[in-house]
């Protein structure tokens, strides 16, 4: 069975820094794309990050490029956000998503992912 478990959400000032860790369990990792999206209370979904399985391509949305920083460690099954100089706009809840099939590419599109974690909510104060 596929699992995506996210953590290192919390409330943080803004300015601060914050690293959430994408956990999965149930595939082969280190042949999967991994994403990573939010969703604000009343909008929809955003890509906000993803990574490649091989070449170690990323991708970073515009309103976090210089900030955020995506990064993989396939000996832990790990994808890691590491969200830098935080600001009220990155208040939501944070996903991590896998497709279903192997070596696809990039994508911030909701809808090219399968599989989906729980969430860990961010929340930056100002």
């Known amino acids: 069975e596929v699992q995506l478990v996210e953590s290192g959400g919390g409330l943080v000032e803004a300015g601060g820094s914050l690293r959430l860790s994408c956990a999965a369990s149930?595939?082969?990792?280190?042949?999967?794309?991994i994403g990573w999206f939010r969703q604000a209370p009343g909008k929809g979904r955003e890509g906000v990050a993803c990574?490649?399985?091989?070449?170690?391509?990323?991708y970073s949305a515009d309103s976090v490029k210089g900030r955020f920083t995506i990064s993989r460690d396939d000996a832990k099954n790990t994808v890691y956000l590491q969200m830098n100089s935080l600001k009220p706009e990155d208040t939501a809840t944070y996903y991590c998503?896998?497709?279903?099939?192997?070596?696809?590419?990039?994508?911030?599109?909701?809808?090219?992912?399968?599989?989906w974690g729980q969430g860990t909510q961010v929340t930056v104060s100002s």
């Open positions: 998503a896998a497709p279903i099939f192997k070596h696809t590419a990039c994508s911030r599109t909701e809808l090219d992912y399968d599989y």
């Open positions: 149930g595939f082969t990792f280190d042949d999967y794309v």
């Open positions: 990574i490649s399985s091989s070449d170690g391509y990323t």
